[in-house]
């Protein structure tokens, strides 16, 4: 029981902790999304340095390195989960600091659904008549949207592929999460240390000591990246998945309420439109899954 409720605490706090973070995106919408996503993969691998040293994990860290470097087909896992989930971070940055709030919020509530689809592909999942009508209702939802727009709401999409994929990935690897997510950062590292650095020269950067609070929010941005995905690791390790799967719709409800209340952004006939299916489906496929 007293595992349960720890279990509990670290899940609702994960999906707090996501649905508020566009908060924390905005407070550095002077910064464009590749510096705040430089700078976040940046600060995330020394967090997780950190996290390591404090965990005196160090050890178990170098077995799994010693481990991927024997298995290629892992470590393409490793990397692909990798580029999976700097593309989801980078999407949903700009997102954020470009009006599209709800979108990500459409995106993260499509999510469970994509995963079932996914399931299909990738791992020969038979779906219930039930499971098929709740994602027939959200390809309805988003068909409904792209009509009334005139567009395909590409951030939505983006989002829900890009993390079903990485969650995928993650799930075929098998890999404690304090090594995958050090490893993560560290296999785009390469690439997004040496533009930071690049950039905090031109004039355009947020970071230095001329602007001292974007510079702490930007290594903050470490922590805030880091510190959810470490709860949520813990909170699926003591939790069933279908006590975890309730939890998770907390974020995009979150960040929906920013995106009209906060941000101010549209929420017309499309919107709802899309979100009334999508609501349906989810309502359907929450209460199969706990039937079952």
Not at 18 to 38: C, K, V
Not at 170 to 196: C, G, M, R
Not at 236 to 258: E, K, R
Not at 267 to 277: D, E, I, R
Request: charged share 10%; net charge positive.
């Amino acid at each position: 029981m007293e595992q349960k409720k720890r279990g509990i605490t670290a899940a609702i706090s994960t999906y707090l902790i996501w649905g508020f973070l566009p908060l924390y995106w905005n407070l550095l919408s002077a910064a464009s999304a590749a510096e705040i996503l430089a700078h976040r993969i940046s600060w995330s691998f020394v967090f997780m340095l950190l996290v390591l040293a404090a965990s005196k994990r160090w050890q178990a860290f170098l077995q799994d390195c010693s481990a991927l470097r024997q298995d290629r087909r892992r470590a393409l896992l490793l990397f692909g989960a990798s580029v999976m989930i700097t593309l989801n971070w980078l999407t949903y940055i700009w997102a954020v600091n470009n009006g599209h709030v709800i979108d990500t919020s459409l995106g993260y509530y499509i999510n469970p659904l994509m995963n079932v689809a996914l399931g299909v592909v990738l791992f020969k999942e038979r779906l219930t008549p039930s499971t098929r009508l709740s994602v027939f209702l959200a390809f309805l939802g988003v068909m409904l949207m792209t009509m009334q727009l005139g567009k395909l709401p590409w951030v939505s999409l983006v989002l829900a592929v890009t993390f079903a994929l990485y969650g995928a990935m993650k799930k075929k690897l098998a890999l404690h999460p304090f090594s995958s997510i050090t490893l993560e950062t560290l296999f785009v590292l390469p690439v997004f240390l040496p533009y930071a650095v690049w950039l905090s020269g031109e004039p355009t950067s947020q970071f230095g000591w001329a602007m001292p609070q974007t510079t702490l929010l930007l290594i903050g941005a470490g922590a805030a990246t880091a510190t959810p995905l470490i709860l949520f690791s813990y909170g699926a390790n003591l939790l069933p998945l279908n006590v975890l799967g309730f939890f998770q719709y907390i974020s995009p409800t979150i960040a929906l309420l920013l995106g009209i209340f906060f941000f101010h952004e549209p929420f017309g006939a499309a919107q709802l439109s899309a979100c009334a299916c999508i609501w349906a489906a989810l309502l359907i496929f929450t209460l199969s899954e706990r039937v079952r």
